[in-house]
C-alpha cells in the first residue's frame, strides 16, 4: 500500500502519531496492544520492533521474522499501518513480503553508509514509505546522506524521525536532543517531514511530555511514542514505555501552537525582529573588532615567538564569563558554546599571522 506520507502529513490531525510497543513480543501482546492504543488514541501508525539491535549480545534481540504477520494482523485488526525497524536486505524482503506499510531505518543503521545502501538498493523499484532515525553520533551530513541514497534510488516518500544522540552517562537524557541538529536538517531538507522520538530522547516516562511539547513548539510534524500495555514487564526498554492511557493523557496535555503568525500580529513581530536584526549587526562590528585585536596580539606574539595558545589565561577567561552566566540571563551552556567559537576563530586569525602560508 502506498501511504504517501510525505505529501499527506498535512491531512493528518497534528501530531502525526507513531505509537506501539518498542518490541512484539507476542502475538497476543502486540493485538492487545494495538486494540487498547486504538480505543484511547488512534495512531496513524502502529509500531512494532521485530529486530532489536541491541548494545550487549545477551540482550533481547526481538522475535524475528516470527513476529512480523502478528504486527501485521493487529494492524489490519484496527485498522491502522504499522512500521518496524529493518537493518539490512534479508529483513527488508522479510517485512514487505510480510506486508509491513512503512519501514524505519535506527540510529545504528544510519550512521553506516554501507547498510543505508543496501537497504536503498533493496527497495529500490518499490513505492514504500521510508523513515530514517538520525545516525547515532551528532552528523548532520550522515542523516542528509541517507535520505540521498534513497532519493537516488528512487524512494521519494521519506520521513525523518529524530531520537537523540549517544551520550555517556547525561543526566537527564537517554540520547541528548541536540535540537539545532533536526533544525538543521529541516534547513537542509525542508521538503522531509520531522517526527520526535521523546521515548528515545528521554529514556523515562517522566521525561517524555516535556520532550514531545519542545518538538511541538518547534513545529515537528510529529511524534513516536513506545506505548505498552504492561510497560513494567516489557522485554525491552520498559523503563521509557507508557501505558494506552498514559499516552492518552500526554496527548491531550500538549499545547498545540500555531505554525504561522497571524496578520494581527504580523506588524509587532516585524518590529521585533528589526531590533534584532540591528542588534545582530552591532554584535558582527563588535566581532570584527575583536578580531582586529587578536591580529594585533598575533604580531606581538609572532616578533616575541610566543605560542598562539596561552592555557593558563584562557582557564581564566572561561572561569570569569561563566561566572555571569546568571547576571546575564544566559545558559552556562550556551555561553561557553559561544566563547569556544570566538576562542576559535581569534586563533584562527592568529595562526593567519604568526603562519602567513598556512589556512
Known sequence: MKLDLQNNLKKYRRPFLIAGPCSVESEDQVMAVAKSISEQHQPALLRGGIW??????DSFEGVGAIGLPWLVNAGKEVGIPVTTEVANAKHVEAALSAGVDVLWLGARTTVNPFAVQEIADAIQGTEITVMVKNPINPDLMLWVGAFERFQKAGINDLVAIHRGFSVYKHPKY???PNWEIPI???EEMPEIPLICDPSHISGRRD?????????????????MIETHNNPD??????????????????????ILRKASIQEEGIDFIELQRKKIAEIDDQLFELMKQRMQIAREVGDYKREKNITILQTE??????????????????????LRSVLDAIHQESIRHQTKVMNPGMR
Do not use: C
Not at 240 to 247: D, F, K, R, S
Not at 313 to 334: G, N, P, T, Y
Open 233 to 254: 514487564k516489557a522485554w525491552s526498554d520498559a523503563q521509557q514505555q507508557i501505558t494506552p492511557e498514559q499516552l492518552k493523557l500526554l496527548m491531550n496535555q500538549l
Open 313 to 334: 589565561h584562557w582557564k581564566k577567561v572561561i572561569e570569569q564569563r561563566l561566572a555571569k552566566a546568571e547576571e546575564l540571563e544566559l545558559s552556562i551552556d550556551f
Open 207 to 223: 521525561g517524555l511530555l516535556n520532550v514531545a511539547q519542545k518538538a511541538m513548539d518547534l513545529n515537528f510534524a510529529g511524534l
Open 184 to 186: 538543521a536538517l529541516m
Open 174 to 176: 537517554r540520547n541528548v
Open 52 to 57: 532489536k539491535p541491541r548494545t550487549r549480545p
